[in-house]
């Protein structure tokens, strides 16, 4: 066999593919609204003279517009094409993400804030439809893992940049989102995504999502993803913390270390999923998260060391590397190319539900039986999500 034939035989990289990489930009974008800005908190409100509560509307209002304007943009980019709402929620981001950067008063700024929440409504579910368009079974799922990689490492840097910013001054993190205008440019003129052709009429196409979300596979698969942020804002980032500094009185560099650790094993893990999906399938791999997360979970609470909770950390991400890039993939390969973005606009729809549960529900059990018994009531969540994977999902 010649060379040439070797290389037509040779299995594509998709890592090496432009247009992901181009979506990776996406992905770093959608990730940056909230962890950047954080760490510049206590200066807002000592500079701008606000009370402490108030600075939780920098986040609020920037993450509401997404639980309602996520399906409404899904619906419209299936209708009207990706990119004529991607690339206006990136300019939309970095226009007004960068103008708060120059406003000094509280109330302008929370409207900006108001306004690039907007365009970030969008970014978090277009980037995996599109990746869905273009890639198809191993390379869908390897495409997906690499997607969640660059999503942790995000996750995982952007609070250090951010903070880094915010000592030269509490306006200075908010220049990281001008990086969405070069992305949407990239978008608008390098991307090359196919785009649906559906002709059917409004009320055809919303009958046809309907009669594809109600399956039961589509359905248990929301219920996991919903679940799935539960025990992440829940057991994980909310009391995971608080665990560590009651318990044994560690200071929050080191808990912010240990929690980083997840998401540096996280983000290993989502860039070995193609080859992962190569021995098991996307099914088998959101089961043994649930597995790990069920095993992490009683873990926890009976660790006597400080140090060993790097164990459960390490094994938390690579739950998380394992799921939820597996339950995209099976989103995407269940909703036909005109249906895509409503799919995934609707699972991001959920997420956000489950980041609001989490917390309120793991609340619910800590105060009742403490924070051992709100750990343990997580375990037993997880293995009823190993059920529904096992009996809802084929």
């Known amino acids: 066999m010649s060379m040439k034939q070797t290389e037509e035989h040779r299995p594509r990289r998709v890592y090496r593919d432009t247009n992901l990489r181009i979506l990776f930009g996406v992905t770093l974008v959608a990730v940056l609204g909230v962890s950047s800005i954080t760490p510049a908190f206590p200066k807002i409100v000592r500079e701008l003279d606000i009370s402490p509560h108030a600075i939780g509307l920098l986040i609020t209002v920037f993450t509401f517009p997404g639980v309602i304007l996520t399906p409404v943009l899904g619906v419209l980019a299936d209708r009207f094409g990706r990119k004529r709402i991607l690339v206006p929620s990136l300019m939309l981001f970095g226009i007004a993400g960068c103008a708060c950067t120059f406003v000094r008063d509280f109330n302008l700024l929370v409207l900006l804030r108001f306004f690039q929440g907007i365009g970030a409504a969008s970014l978090g579910s277009l ?22 990689s660059v999503l942790s490492v995000g996750t995982a840097s952007y609070p250090i940049i951010g903070g880094a910013l915010a000592t030269l001054g509490w306006h200075y993190p908010f220049l990281l989102p001008l990086a969405a205008i070069p992305v949407g440019l990239l978008v608008l003129f390098s991307l090359k995504n196919p785009e649906p052709q559906g002709s059917d009429g409004l009320k055809e196409y919303l009958s046809g999502v309907w009669t594809s979300i109600k399956r039961r596979q589509v359905v248990g698969l929301f219920i996991v993803s919903t679940v799935t942020f539960v025990i992440l804002y829940g057991p994980f ?69 400080l140090w060993l909770f790097l164990i459960p950390t390490i094994l938390f991400g690579v739950a998380q590397g394992m799921n939820l890039p597996s339950i995209q993939t099976l989103l995407a390969g269940f909703a036909p190319m005109e249906h895509r973005a409503a799919f995934m606009s609707i699972n991001g729809m959920v997420l956000r539900l489950g980041q609001t549960l989490g917390p309120l529900l793991t609340g619910v059990v800590f105060v ?25 999902i084929r």
């Not at 273009?134 to 997906?144: G, W």
């Not at 650790?261 to 089961?287: F, M, P, Y």
């Not at 051992?372 to 009531?377: D, E, P, S, V």
Request: aromatic share 10%; charged share 10%.
């Open 237 to 305: 980032l909310t009391y995971f913390p608080l665990l560590l500094g009651h318990s044994f009185g560690t200071s929050t560099f080191i808990i912010g270390l240990l929690m980083s650790v997840s998401s540096v094993s996280g983000a290993l893990t989502a860039s070995q999923l193609g080859r992962l999906a190569k021995i098991w399938s996307e099914k088998a791999l959101v089961r043994a998260a649930f597995v790990l997360y069920t095993l992490i979970l009683i873990m926890i609470p009976l660790i006597p060391n």
């Open 368 to 392: 009742v039986w403490g924070i051992a018994g709100a750990y343990y009531a997580g375990a037993c969540l997880a293995v009823v999500m190993l059920v529904v994977v096992t009996i809802m």
């Open 127 to 148: 980037n995996v439809t599109i990746i869905g368009d273009l890639y198809a079974d191993k390379e869908r799922i390897a495409a997906m893992g690499y997607n969640a």
